[in-house]
């Protein structure tokens, strides 16, 4: 957990020679990202880290379907060194939704306090960061929260060995800033735990949610690894902006903090020194705070109940990027269609998750739930569960109606609510939520 610091002769180079480092690192991240990116069969709603056409850094937020056939998304749009793009219109962005493109599109820029964020603050209070490393790291935590716009709310977690919530989340600016002060460094680092601690604050009724994670060293003490702290974050739509404090550049701790970074739709920070932090905070709150809303009406208006793939492109001037997400359209039955006397009516008889919320840790109660239709379980039935940005967890075929609460590897889910669509044929006939506990 070594940190490395500038000697005092390097810092007399000035405030040049930083503001080239900051702006270069994010530009290597960027490549190194859309290099490493990886594509599942059936991606998640929200992309791992944008794909780059030609030098711009598109970041696909969010897509929301509740006003079908009206189609909503938030999305970020930066150059290669981090910097927000502001004053885009409709003539900058292409919208396609499984391959068709949509059209007329309607662009909002929304800034300051048009978007409404929840951040909750993770801080490294390591022994490593004793000094003036802690000292600030807490001016910059402060200073993000002084940034907090009327709609706005943070909550602090600090960790060493352990993680703990110093502030649940609240708008309450100096309440916050009090309990940012008050902390003290101790021994060890658990920086997954102390991210899945933080994922955790993260309920249902939370939107527009992301977690800023400073730390300056390695982990070790944690009991989560980082894929199971990248599942939970993709599971609720958390972005994670992670920054490496001192850290070596391509060292083993910043691939790892690049890669939960990428994974959830974040960006890495590199902080050379303590004194960078303060400019790395403002510049996530910029970010954070500015964000397109692209909205249209699908060509596709069919309450089918199936997944439906849109790309976002955008142009500025030489410049594109591009990044894609999925939403699934509501499920209703067409009361014009002729009844087909094999097909299953969800009402009657009354179809049942059972049971439901349910608890799958092995202690022989509520381990499993189970899918039928009054007494019936179909043969044909194909139930496919997924999370809740549209990601396939586990397919259920040939009779199969029991779910035990585990992704097809056979790797058991975080504790959430998770989306599943009974089909027979070719025809959705029943779709709703499980709720996973422990």
């Known amino acids: 957990m070594k940190t490395q610091r500038q000697s005092k002769g390097q810092k007399r180079n000035g405030l040049k020679n930083k503001i080239l480092i900051l702006i270069l690192i994010p530009i290597l991240i960027a490549v190194y990202g859309s290099l490493n990116a990886i594509q599942s069969g059936e991606s ?57 493109r949509e059209l007329p599109i309607e662009v909002v820029e929304l800034t300051d306090a048009d978007v409404g964020i929840n951040v909750v603050l993770t801080i490294d209070r390591s022994s490593s ?69 933080s994922v955790n604050l993260m309920t249902d009724d939370i939107k527009n949610r992301a977690i800023i ?10 009991f989560y690894s980082p894929d199971d702290v990248i599942a939970a974050c993709k599971s609720k739509e958390i972005r994670v902006f992670t920054i490496g404090l001192g850290n070596r550049i391509t060292s083993v701790v910043e691939n790892v903090l690049i890669r939960i970074a990428n994974e959830t739709g974040g960006l890495y920070y590199y902080s050379p020194t303590s004194e960078d932090l303060e400019e790395i905070y403002r510049a996530i709150s910029k970010l954070l705070h500015h964000r397109y809303q692209i909205s249209y009406t699908t060509h596709n208006p069919a309450k089918d109940g199936t997944l439906r793939h849109v790309r976002i492109e955008v142009l500025v001037s030489s410049l594109a990027g591009a990044d894609t997400a999925n939403y699934r359209a509501p499920y209703e039955p067409d009361p014009e269609d002729p009844v087909d006397p094999d097909t299953v009516k969800p009402a009657e008889p009354k179809f049942e998750v059972l049971p439901n919320p349910f608890t799958p840790n092995d202690d022989g109660f509520n381990d499993w739930t189970e899918f039928k239709q009054g007494d019936e379980i179909h043969p044909d039935w194909n139930i496919v569960i997924t999370d809740r ?32 669509v009974v089909s027979k044929g070719n025809q959705a006939i029943h779709r709703g939520l499980i709720q996973l506990i422990r």
């Not at 000094?131 to 600090?158: E, H, N, Y």
């Not at 994670?213 to 944690?222: F, H, I, K, W, Y």
Request: hydrophobic share 45%.
């Open 44 to 100: 998640c709603k929200v992309s791992a880290n944008s794909s780059s056409l030609d030098s711009l850094t598109f970041v696909y937020n969010s897509i929301d379907a509740f006003n079908f056939p009206k189609i909503v998304s938030l999305v970020t749009v930066m150059d290669m060194a981090g910097f927000i793009i502001p004053q885009l219109d409709e003539n900058n962005f292409m919208v396609f939704e499984d391959n068709t």
């Open 129 to 197: 960061m004793e000094g003036q490393p802690i000292m600030d790291a807490k001016t910059a935590a402060s200073t993000f929260v002084d940034l907090m716009q009327s709609k706005d709310r943070s909550a602090i977690v600090a960790f060493a060995g352990t993680a703990e919530t110093a502030h649940p989340f609240s708008s309450n600016k100096d309440s916050l800033k009090a309990a940012i002060a008050k902390m003290i460094t101790i021994v060890r680092t658990a920086i997954y735990d102390a991210l899945m601690h």
């Open 213 to 222: 994670l400073m730390t300056d060293g390695e982990d070790n003490a944690s």
């Open 389 to 420: 940005a549209g990601q396939m967890i586990k397919q259920l075929r040939n009779g199969e109606t029991i779910w035990d609460g585990r992704n097809k590897s056979g790797q058991l889910m975080l504790p959430g609510s998770y989306l599943y």
